[in-house]
């Protein structure tokens, strides 16, 4: 008599639902962990931003100048700036001697499905707040 090798029906089928069960208990923490470490495209481009307004104060006086760019692309109707990876959209409220930017996710993206950080703030005095189920730890 030969013996029979391989393995049975049964036994495929219940390594398939464990690789089952750890993937889909896995894909959802690698998703999360992209979201998060993405969420650094807007911090920087908050603080890039921030940084040419700045500027443009200390030039002239104003973040809303004529000679500012940046100032007038924000303050325009409309007005946005894409992020340095294009996940967010740089909006902006100015005036002469404040600005409060935010930081939104672009829609159809990746990042659209941030539910615990859905928009960062940054305002000229470096105050930094966020929306979403759990904005604590988005900044």
Known sequence: MKKVQGFSLIELMIVVAIIGIIAGIAYPSYMESVRKSNRADAKASLNDVSQRLQRCYTAYSSYVHASCSVGATLNTAGGSIASGESMYSITGALTATTFTLTA????????????????????????????????????
């Open 104 to 139: 939104t996710p672009i829609a159809g993206g990746v990042q659209s499905s941030d539910a615990k950080c859905t928009t960062l703030t940054l305002s000229q005095s470096g105050v930094r707040n966020a929306t979403g189920s759990n904005p604590a730890s988005c900044w």
